[in-house]
């Protein structure tokens, strides 16, 4: 119970900038997208919106269920367009679903890759399923070492529809492996009176891959027109020191 509530926590803190991001890459790579690691399909729905047809896969049966609800809650228009499946993002086949305009991975889901071998070999799963010419995009999260402490801090306040609001603060400290980090989620949920009613701790596990680690395997994976960008609003990088790296790219031959 407690990962199903921290997922639909941590929708709230979530922006609007890769929706848009992503939104703008389906409309133009073509009318079919495969989403990476779909959760609640924050994200696949909206682009189901515009016209395209979206399957998703996630390993979390507890996320699906939740994107199964929303998908279901959204209307015709959506749920017909949209295909939900249980899959490991780093190792999944699909043949029955026909090659794709796209695939997108968001949130830094590539990040729970533990090794540059890993996602290597989950890059060569995309390929797989993406078309020649079609495009690849997903985005990477950097946690510099000024974070490494262990320290919980504020992380953002997000209001409720019940009036009440949910508090989250984020730890981050070193894995044992180099690259490794660990990040320590708390959210807490406060009535209109403000009072707590409910505190959810969540602990995962990060990978920080170096730019030339994804260029390396972005190349031998046989993706070509590599784009760099800082943020999702198409800035450009400035190297390792980056929060994030969002990469575009298409298959070749």
């Not at 995009?137 to 009440?164: H, I, K, Q, T, Y």
């Amino acid at each position: 119970m407690g990962r199903r509530w921290a997922a639909e926590y941590h929708d709230l803190f979530a922006g609007d900038d890769d929706v848009t991001f992503y939104s703008a890459v389906s409309r133009k790579a073509g009318p079919t997208a495969l989403d990476i690691g779909v959760g609640t399909a924050r994200l696949a729905i909206p682009i189901a919106r515009t016209g395209t047809r979206v399957v998703g896969i996630d390993s979390s049966m507890e996320l699906l269920n939740i994107a199964h609800g929303k998908v279901t809650s959204a209307g015709g228009g959506v749920t017909s367009r949209m295909r939900l499946l249980f899959g490991d993002i780093r190792d999944f086949s699909l043949s029955r679903e026909g090659k794709f305009d796209l695939a997108y991975a968001a949130a830094g889901a590539y990040n729970r890759c533990r090794s540059t071998a890993e996602l290597a070999h989950a890059v060569a799963c995309v390929r797989d399923h993406v078309r020649v010419g079609g495009t690849f995009s997903f985005d990477l999260v950097n946690v510099g070492d000024e974070l490494l402490d262990g320290m919980p801090r504020l992380d953002g306040v997000a209001p409720m529809e019940d009036g009440g609001e949910v508090v989250r603060h984020l730890a981050w400290r070193k894995g044992r492996k180099r690259g490794d980090v660990e990040c320590h989620a708390t959210y807490e949920r406060f009535d209109a009176r403000g009072r707590s009613v409910e505190r959810v701790a969540e602990r995962e596990m990060f990978h920080m891959f170096e730019p030339t680690e994804v260029a390396e395997v972005l190349q031998l994976g046989g993706f070509e027109d590599v784009n760099r960008f800082s943020d999702l609003k198409g800035g450009r990088s400035a190297g390792r020191k980056d929060d994030m790296a969002v990469y575009l790219c298409n298959r070749g031959p």
